[in-house]
C-alpha cells in the first residue's frame, strides 16, 4: 500500500528478512494466526515502556508526497496482518522483524526539526497494530507536529480509539478490492464488516482523510476498480495509485 521505507540519506534501508529470509517460519505462524481472525500482536516487557514505543522498522526524515499538503516524515512501523501479494514492503511484515529506528531518537530527531516539517506520517506495516499507537500520536502532537495514520482498515476499534482521542489529523486508508476478491489481494481473510465500519467511521469523523486502492493490473480488472468506487462513501475523497514494480535491489 505505501512506499519502501528508506533510510536517512536517501540510501534504501537495509535489508531485513523478510517472507524470504530466515524468519520465514516466524512470518508463516504469524500469518497464519492472523487469518481470518486478525489477532492481536504480542506485547512484550519493552513495549510497556512509558510515553509511546512503536516498532519501528524505516523512516524518512522529509517527504512531499506523503501528506498532502504538508512536509513531512515517515515513520514505517514493524508488522502487518495482511499478506498483499504485491506488497513493496516485505521487510516489515513480520512483527518480530529487527527494530531498526529507536522512537525515542526519532521523537527527538522530530523535536529538533519542529518548524521545518508540518507533520508525521505513520504508516507501515500496519500501525494499528502497535499497542503504544495513540501515546505516540499524541506525543507528536505535543510538538505541535499534525499526524497522518495510513492504515488497511482492519482494526477498527483502534481507529475508533485514535478518533476519540483526537490524535491523528488525517487518515489515508486502504481499499484493497471488491468484497469478493479482498482475501486475493490481502493475502489472508479479511471480515468486509471491519473494513466496512473502519471506512465508514473515518467518513463520518469530520478530520481530512481519502480512501485508496493500488492498481494492481494482474490481479484487478477496470471492473473490480468501478466497483471498490461504489464502496467509497459520498463526501469522500478517493484515489487509485498505480502499482509501480520496485526493482529487487530497491
Ligand atoms: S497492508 Fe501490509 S502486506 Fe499489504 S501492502 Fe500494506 S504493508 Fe504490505
Excluded at 534501508?13 to 517460519?25: I, L, M, V, Y
Amino acid at each position: 500500500m505505501k512506499r519502501g521505507p528508506t533510510a536517512e540519506g536517501g540510501k534504501p534501508r537495509p535489508a531485513s528478512p523478510g517472507a524470504s529470509g530466515p524468519r520465514e517460519p516466524q512470518v508463516a505462524a504469524f500469518a497464519t494466526a492472523k487469518h481470518g481472525s486478525l489477532a492481536e500482536p504480542a506485547r512484550t516487557t519493552q513495549d510497556a515502556e512509558p510515553g509511546g514505543r512503536l516498532r519501528i522498522g524505516g523512516y524518512l526524515p522529509a517527504s512531499f508526497s506523503d501528506y498532502p499538503g504538508r512536509l513531512a516524515a515517515v515513520i514505517f512501523t514493524q508488522g502487518c496482518n495482511f499478506r498483499c501479494p504485491w506488497c513493496h514492503n516485505p521487510g516489515l511484515l513480520d512483527p518480530q522483524g529487527p527494530e531498526l529506528y529507536n522512537g525515542e531518537k526519532i521523537i527527538g530527531r522530530l523535536a529538533a526539526r519542529k518548524g521545518k516539517i508540518g507533520g508525521v506520517v505513520i504508516s507501515g506495516g500496519e500501525p494499528t497494530l502497535q499497542p503504544d499507537l495513540l501515546p505516540f500520536c499524541r506525543r507528536l502532537r505535543d510538538l505541535g507536529l499534525a499526524v497522518k495514520l495510513d492504515t488497511n482498515g482492519s482494526r477498527p476499534q483502534v481507529l475508533a480509539q485514535a478518533l476519540t482521542a483526537g490524535v491523528v489529523d488525517y487518515i489515508a486508508m486502504d481499499l484493497k478490492a471488491p468484497w469478493e476478491k479482498y482475501q486475493q489481494l490481502a493475502g489472508v481473510a479479511v471480515d468486509p464488516a471491519l473494513i466496512r465500519r473502519s471506512m465508514e467511521m473515518i467518513a463520518a469523523s469530520g478530520i481530512a482523510h481519502h480512501f485508496r486502492t493500488t492498481a494492481v493490473a494482474d490481479l484487478l480488472s477496470p471492473a473490480d476498480l468501478a466497483a471498490i468506487r461504489a464502496l467509497v462513501p459520498a463526501g469522500s475523497s478517493y484515489k487509485v495509485q498505480p502499482f509501480r514494480q520496485v526493482p529487487p535491489s530497491a
